[in-house]
């Protein structure tokens, strides 16, 4: 949720964003709660309506078992994303962000909420992907990947996410450029794009692997 990426399209600006003072949790257990947004560079939290829409997506295709979801956010910025996942009753979520600020806000809201199945992860995303990629490989139901435009970030981080799935995984992915149709990039070639719909000039996404096609639930 977060900074900024792009791939194709280079050289085009990234969409601008006025940013929240807080975002809120749309659904669950925490519903209305406000979560703080830091005022830092590049923090870009997903929109209300955005969330909602993607939550209603996931909530569909879970079949509404979010008590079985073992959930990754990285690039986590305000945790909205993660802190939904949980509102919802996801059984963990893990919540990955490099900015020191950021983390605090983070586990501040996680005691504050008193959300015993989040854990925050100081680190930068490719380091922490690789390291649950050895202790937590196939583990993972849903993955949030919202990274910072303009770095190449999805083409680096979707392949190394793909160990972590659990065998119908889904990834949750945010750019600046659609993933689908006939412009897709090249690098979605082993992703097949469940969900997407645009909100402004971003671009989101629901992903599984092709090779989950066929697996039983």
């Given amino acids: 949720m ?20 807080q975002v809120r949790i749309i659904g669950g257990q925490w519903k209305r709660t406000p979560l703080p947004v830091l005022d830092a560079e590049g923090l870009r939290p997903t929109p209300d309506r955005v969330r909602e829409t993607v939550f209603n997506w996931l909530t569909h295709l879970l079949d509404g078992n979010w008590e079985g979801v073992d959930c990754l956010d990285l690039f986590a910025g305000s945790g909205a994303l993660g802190f939904e996942a949980a509102s919802r009753g996801a059984a963990q979520v893990t919540m990955v962000e490099l900015g020191t600020a950021a983390v605090r806000q983070l586990e501040a809201t996680r005691d504050k909420l008193r959300a015993t199945q989040v854990s925050v992860q100081r680190a930068d995303a490719l380091s922490a992907v690789r390291n649950l990629a050895q202790h937590r490989a196939g583990r993972f139901q849903l993955v949030f990947v919202d990274p910072p435009y303009n770095g190449g970030w999805l083409e680096k981080m979707l392949p190394l996410c793909q160990p972590l799935l659990a065998p119908r995984g889904l990834v949750y992915a945010e750019a600046e450029f659609a993933l689908d149709g006939d ?3 090249r690098w979605m070639d082993d992703w097949e794009v469940l969900r997407s719909d645009k909100a402004g000039m971003v671009f989101y996404h629901l992903l599984q692997r092709k090779s989950a096609r066929g697996i039983e639930a």
Avoid: L
Wanted: proline share 17%.
């Fill in 183 to 185: 412009d897709a990039p």
């Fill in 2 to 21: 977060k900074q900024t990426q792009a791939k194709r399209g280079a050289g085009r600006p990234a969409a601008p964003r006025v940013v929240p003072r």
